[in-house]
């Protein structure tokens, strides 16, 4: 089946610095989603992306389908983006996302 | 508001028992999902359900067992079968599936733990 890897699995940044998150997956793909999870376990959409570029105030996220990767960009991160940022991928039939391990994003004030 | 609902938010089992997990969604969406997630892994997909009377095992069905009676209802009985069922469910629907391609929304999640 599809495999979805995350990279780095692990970040701590200085509050206010820049990062990005990478999403690596080994085949077509025509859903991929952007998700946080918050240290209560809750599990927040960031992006629909399957291709092309979107931006969210401080977020942006870029899907290359042909390359078979996406990027998530955080600017001026803050403490309250802490959290685990999950990629998710579907494939053909069914609409059921397969997701990477994650990465753990710490941010110190 | 508009959203999925589960509950409970925590929950205990003791050995052998049955326990069932609730899933409610007032977004009209057609497709819902169930999935596990351990400590520090992504989640993984238990069962899905494209729409009312029908769902499909996903990667991680055994021990489990789901019904979709209602399209707003789709809810997860860990049975006792599953021996290892300590871990954090989460549901999740989309609008009708068309190759997959719309997202998915997800509730805040059930922790199940044994006692």
């Known amino acids: 089946g599809i495999q979805v890897e995350q990279s780095p699995p692990d970040l701590i940044l200085q509050e206010g610095a820049n990062s990005t998150l990478r999403c690596n997956f080994s085949?077509?793909?025509?859903?991929l989603q952007w998700f946080h999870q918050n240290p209560w376990g809750q599990l927040i959409n960031l992006f629909y992306i399957p291709s092309g570029t979107k931006q969210n105030g401080r977020l942006s996220a870029t899907t290359v389908a042909t390359e078979r990767y996406s990027l998530l960009y955080i600017s001026s991160s803050q403490t309250t983006d802490s959290g685990v940022y999950f990629c998710?991928?579907?494939?053909?039939?069914?609409?059921?996302?397969?997701f990477g391990q994650g990465t753990e994003l710490s941010v110190k004030p | 508001d508009g959203g999925i609902t589960q509950s409970p938010k925590y929950l205990f089992r003791k050995e052998g028992q049955n326990v069932t997990l609730s899933c409610e969604q007032n977004?009209?969406?057609?497709?819902m999902y169930w999935y596990r997630q351990d400590p520090g892994q992504g989640l993984r997909l238990i069962y899905y359900s494209q729409i009312v009377n029908d769902f499909q095992k996903g990667d991680i069905a055994e021990g489990y067992s789901v019904s979709r009676e209602k399209k707003e209802s789709f809810p997860l009985t860990v049975t006792s079968a599953q021996k290892n069922p300590t871990a954090f469910y989460l549901c999740?629907?989309?609008?009708?599936?068309?190759?997959?391609?719309?997202?998915?929304?997800f509730g805040d999640g059930t922790r199940l733990s044994i006692l």
């Open positions: 998710a991928v579907a494939y053909n039939q069914g609409g059921k996302l397969i």
């Open positions: 999740a629907s989309s609008s009708r599936v068309h190759r997959g391609n719309q997202p998915q929304h």
């Open positions: 977004l009209n969406h057609d497709a």
């Open positions: 085949d077509s793909v025509n859903n």
